[in-house]
């Protein structure tokens, strides 16, 4: 107020301009406009009847007596600037305000003058909870991070204005003679209100702005808002960075505040605040299992708190129930959110609870609902493998397949968090996670983790029910965390294996060498299968390939050193060798001892492959059994010798010699014991994608004719 009485007295009311008449302080020029510390410190001195001049030099006058009553307040003692020395400071109890706290003050004082009113609405949090914790799941498996109540909140907020009630948006303002003016706003800048604890306990706020909000998807969004409570907290928030607010945040939930009325500043419209999430007060200390069975959601209340010069009620509510609906899922608002992020699931509908609770009709619907979780479950395990995130290229946007969908069995949201049987209706298959019963929220949880996330698993046409069983027990419910060993581990080999493709890339340019390159991720899974097989003392292993990948292969699994295969590259081959020409390097052989990171040494030999992709899978198979057969062992109960095949996925079905072999794999004079098949997925058969050259959905399809998993 003392710099708009500098520019021009008229700016501020009569008795401000008497007070600032007899008002002087020492001041730094550029601060004056807000602007650095540089300048020469100017005494501006100003008494009745003078006019302060704009650029800050000095005026001098005989100083009117300062009101005794703050004219904005209309009580309580004028207030002074942070660098006013009171005369008899001695009389005066407390000590000064300044820095970021005065400016507070000067800033709540200014929002006294502002004629506010608000609105309020109490909103289910239900869907808000689930589908964040889905979100949340995924990137705490993937990138890591994780998104808060508030990154979602805000956005709904910023979508409600831009989409539905741009109003909201506007300020107030008034002109050189004092009318009042409406101020359109072309963009949302979104005040984020941030609370910061120091190093004494005190507390501080700063509202610094998500500029342009409303052009953002909500991962920009979200990144932005990430990147000023970041700044917040390292004290490096620049100037720029609170320029621009149109509509202002604050979420005093996050200390249990159930609901607040914010003051709004000058050039707002609207300031929302976000009340604690939680159950209503009266049933603070109901009975969980209670609370399931009467369908109740966490509520929270949001409250919009407007300049009512101009901006309705009836706005303030309509801007309110928008973003009522949107937490509530309308307009596809967390498909949007799902999408921006890549969470590659369908995000969870809002759904109303069907679930009558007198003795009759009850019961019956709680043993009707037990029957639809028991197939439920079941066709987790037969078809969860249909939504598992399996596309790197994220080609496809995600379906949830109508078996697979709760809503299909008349399940809502509501019953996630009620109890049923996990064992299946016959009691022949193993119970979900090996735990008799548990929330429905659980169970998906569970089988969701072992059937639909980066690894899909199909077995159930299996017919044998203790295999599968033990699959069951295998994965429902393991743990899929990796120790830091085994997660170094596995990026050593991946950085070998991408070392030598950009070597050989850069190296022999143009010359044929059918590189790994997307599929690197084949090195550490033959590394993890060939170091469980040395450390359960298998005999030996035989590897059989196709052309692509294989000298990534031989040197970083089998152990052919890097300089015999640069000089191969350079056209010095061993003429002995079958076929010594030409693009030999990639159908040669190799013998090797495996070690393991525990000692376990484990003899393996990759078969040559010179011919077509796939006939080397005899060979390999032929090998393995002429081992066995020279080692004195039980042959119904012991094979000790590992063959390992690996396929393109266009060639493993579209190659009759892959089902030929499969067809003698179970017969007795040609059995090993089993094989590991690993099919890279090149997803294009040398010109043809995979909707051009087979008729399932995986390439893998053919060894359903021998119950392969």
Same mark, same amino acid.
């Given at each position: 107020m003392y710099e708009k009485y500098l520019s021009n007295p008229n700016l501020v009311n009569e008795t401000w301009r008497e007070f600032f008449a007899g008002y002087s302080r020492t001041s730094t020029k550029g601060n004056l406009d807000g602007g650095g510390s540089s300048g020469a410190a100017v005494t501006v001195t100003a008494g009745p009847g003078t006019t302060p001049a704009s650029n800050g030099s000095t005026q001098t006058a005989t100083p009117a007596p300062a009101p005794t009553q703050s004219p904005a307040s209309g009580n309580g003692p004028a207030p002074k600037s942070a660098g006013t020395t009171a005369s008899a400071s001695d009389d005066v109890p407390g000590e000064p305000i300044r820095g970021a706290a005065s400016m507070i003050v000067s800033n709540m004082e200014a929002s006294l003058a502002i004629p506010t009113a608000t609105s309020y609405r109490e909103i289910p949090a239900k869907l808000l909870e689930i589908n964040r914790k889905v979100i949340n799941g995924y990137l705490g498996r993937t990138s890591g991070g994780k998104i808060s109540f508030t990154h979602v909140i805000g956005y709904a907020i910023v979508r409600a204005i831009a989409d539905h009630v741009p109003n909201m948006n506007n300020s107030y303002a008034e002109g050189p003679d004092g009318s009042p003016r409406l101020v359109r706003k072309d963009h949302i800048g979104l005040g984020i209100a941030i609370d910061l604890e120091k190093s004494d306990g005190s507390r501080s706020l700063v509202v610094p702005c998500? *500029?342009?909000?409303?052009?953002?998807?909500?991962?920009?969004? *979200?990144?932005?808002?990430?990147? +000023? &409570?970041?700044?917040? *907290?390292?004290?490096? +928030?620049?100037?720029?960075d609170f320029a621009g607010t149109t509509v202002t945040l604050t979420n005093p939930g996050t200390i249990g505040t159930e609901r607040s009325v914010p003051r709004l500043m000058p050039s707002q419209g609207t300031i929302i605040g976000v009340g604690s999430m939680d159950y209503p007060t009266g049933f603070a200390g109901a009975d969980p299992t209670a609370i399931a069975k009467l369908g109740l959601s966490k509520v929270m209340t949001i409250s919009s708190t407007y300049d009512h010069r101009i901006i309705q009620g009836a706005e303030s509510g309509l801007l309110l129930k928008k973003v009522a609906d949107l937490l509530t899922g309308d307009d596809d608002f967390y498909e949007e959110v799902f999408r921006a992020i890549g969470v590659p699931y369908e995000a969870v509908l809002w759904r109303r609870d069907a679930n009558p609770q007198d003795t009759i009709d009850g019961g019956d619907t709680q043993l009707r609902k037990q029957m639809q979780v028991a197939t439920l479950i079941n066709m987790y395990r037969v078809r969860g493998h249909l939504i598992a995130d399996l596309d790197p290229l994220s080609a496809k946007q995600p379906e949830m397949h109508p078996e697979l969908d709760p809503a299909t069995y008349g399940l809502t949201i509501w019953d996630l968090d009620r109890e049923f049987l996990t064992g299946g209706v016959t009691g022949v298959y193993a119970p979900v996670g090996g735990v008799s019963k548990m929330p429905l929220g659980d169970i998906l949880h569970v089988l969701r983790d072992a059937y639909c996330r980066t690894i899909g698993i199909e077995f159930m046409h299996i017919q044998d029910p203790e295999e599968k069983r033990w699959i069951q027990e295998q994965v429902e419910g393991a743990t899929t965390k990796l120790s830091v060993d085994d997660q170094h581990h596995i990026l050593d080999k991946l950085n070998a294996a991408e070392a030598l493709e950009r070597f050989l890339a850069t190296k022999y340019v143009g010359q044929k060498r059918f590189g790994l390159e997307g599929a690197e991720s084949l090195i550490p899974i033959l590394d993890a299968i060939l170091e469980a097989a040395a450390d359960e003392n298998l005999d030996s292993a035989f590897l059989g390939m196709p052309h692509r990948g294989r000298l990534n292969v031989l040197v970083n699994i089998v152990g052919k050193s890097y300089r015999q295969l640069f000089r191969e590259f350079e056209g010095h081959v061993d003429p002995d060798s079958i076929q010594g020409s030409g693009d030999v390097k990639y159908h040669l052989g190799q013998e090797g001892v495996y070690e393991s990171r525990s000692g376990g040494r484990l003899p393996i030999s990759l078969a040559a492959n010179p011919s077509h992709l796939e006939a080397v899978n005899p060979v390999v198979e032929g090998m393995a059994r002429a081992?066995?057969?020279?080692?004195?062992?039980?042959?119904?109960?012991?094979?000790? &010798? +590992?063959?390992? +095949?690996?396929h393109g996925d266009a060639a493993f079905a579209g190659q009759g010699v892959v089902v030929e072999t499969l067809n003698l794999s179970l017969i007795k004079g040609y059995r090993v014991g089993g094989t590991v098949h690993i099919v890279v997925n090149n997803q294009l058969g040398f010109t043809t994608p995979p909707e051009s050259a087979r008729s399932s959905d995986y390439p893998t399809e053919i060894a359903k004719a021998v119950q392969a998993p």
């Open positions: 998500i *500029k342009n909000a409303e052009a953002m998807d909500f991962a920009e969004f *979200k990144a932005s808002y990430d990147d +000023l &409570v970041r700044k917040a *907290k390292t004290n490096k +928030l620049a100037v720029d081992r066995m057969d020279g080692i004195p062992q039980d042959r119904e109960r012991w094979f000790p &010798v +590992l063959p390992i +095949l690996m």
